[in-house]
């Protein structure tokens, strides 16, 4: 999942869109009780590929971190510059578990959504290599239609390493001081299917001037069907006062990945985004085309705001009007847990305590924040800088 985000010198407006999976997307959870065996000497995987652990013999839960599971190494004795990890873990961990793929999962696109990972994973399905994935701050995702075999017990087995892969041991993301260079997997981990085409990515970009907003919606159709049919787009501003006038798109093509530009008219009365009045923005998109006599569809939402950053002089603006920055700092503290909370409810009691105190901006110190994060921000009008 993508956002829209303006970049400027050390400051990043937090507002952006939020797309999100609907009905036409079938999840199946993965929280709960996985097979786990430490390797912290990297043994378990040779060089030509080959798996030297046949079983993993520990268990562990997810979401979570090897520290709450008191995995690895206990800590003999205090710090006197940090709060104190009972356990710390450093290297490859195995992580397994067998999961049932429902029948009607067959011919459907199925991926693997890892939301947050530290930080390299490896991932076989059952007993076959899919591919690798790294990243600190967005989801590991994996294309598995190929691995999968619906109406069976499938075992998907994951390699996590978080050791120090690229030299940024003095950034928040991974360093001791706060968030703790932690092993494991937290927020959403799931299976997804959707059907063979579906609505991969949609970009929403501003024209207040125009009273519109610019659409590059993506489409997958990695079969490279040739593909005929429509997208309607409906939409209402999030408070439902206001309705977005509605728009119908034929949608035709056979590449693998299809690209859309879309003018969206917003109507004479839009309604602007900014830190004293947060108006989003809810667009429903449906896709419903045919190939070769089969029908497929998919529909997304998304949350969008109307705003334009700009300066004037030396001074920020929103909308063309002056802003004052009044900020605080967020160095990953969360001293529970060792990892960042991922959900809504968490980052509200977070952000609106910013927000009580007059505050209108934080800064993330070397790490960037979950999704969760981004969309209450979206929701009070807090500006987020993310480094």
């Not at 593909?227 to 728009?247: H, Q, V």
Request: net charge neutral; charged share 25%; with cysteine.
């Amino acid at each position: 999942m993508k956002r829209l985000v303006f970049f400027l010198p050390f400051f990043l407006v937090g507002l952006a869109f939020q797309m999100q999976a609907q009905p036409g997307c079938h999840t199946i959870s993965l929280d709960g009780i996985w097979s786990f065996k430490a390797d912290p000497l990297g043994m378990g995987l040779q060089s030509n590929g080959l798996q030297m652990f046949p079983s993993l013999t520990e268990t562990i839960t997810l979401p979570g971190s090897t520290d709450e599971a008191g995995k690895g190494i206990r800590t003999q004795g205090l710090s006197s510059i940090r709060l104190t990890r009972m356990f710390e873990y450093k290297g490859p961990a195995w992580y397994e578990k067998k999961v049932f793929i429902p029948e009607d999962w067959a011919g459907k696109e199925i991926s693997l959504f890892l939301e947050r990972v530290h930080w390299e994973t490896k991932l076989w399905v059952n007993g076959a290599y899919v591919g690798r994935e790294e990243s600190l701050s967005v989801p590991h995702i994996y294309t598995l239609r190929k691995f999968l075999k619906p109406g069976e017990v499938n075992t998907i087995r994951l390699r996590v390493n978080n050791d120090l892969i690229y030299n940024i041991e003095y950034s928040h993301a991974i360093s001791a001081e706060t968030q703790t260079n932690w092993n494991g997997i937290i927020g959403k981990i799931e299976l997804r299917a959707t059907d063979k085409v579906y609505i991969s990515d949609v970009q929403v970009y501003p024209d207040i001037k125009g009273k519109k907003a610019r659409l590059e919606v993506t489409f997958n159709n990695s079969d490279k069907l040739s593909l005929k049919g429509d997208l309607e787009i409906m939409g209402k501003t999030a408070d439902n006062l206001f309705d977005i006038p509605k728009k119908k798109i034929p949608v035709t093509g056979n590449d693998s990945l299809i690209f859309m530009e879309i003018d969206l008219p917003l109507g004479d009365q839009i309604r602007t985004w900014d830190e004293f009045d947060s108006n989003l923005y809810l667009l429903n998109l449906f896709l419903n085309v045919k190939a070769d006599k089969e029908s497929y569809f998919d529909t997304k939402q998304v949350k969008f705001g109307m705003r334009e950053v700009g300066v004037k002089g030396t001074r920020f603006t929103m909308n063309g009007r002056e802003i004052f920055i009044r900020g605080t700092v967020n160095s990953a503290e969360f001293p529970l847990t060792g990892y960042p909370v991922m959900d809504e409810s968490g980052w509200l009691h977070i952000l609106k305590t910013c927000k009580d105190y007059g505050l209108n901006c934080v800064r993330f110190h070397s790490w960037c924040p979950p999704e969760a994060a981004f969309k209450v921000a979206d929701s009070l009008g807090i500006y987020l800088q993310i480094e």
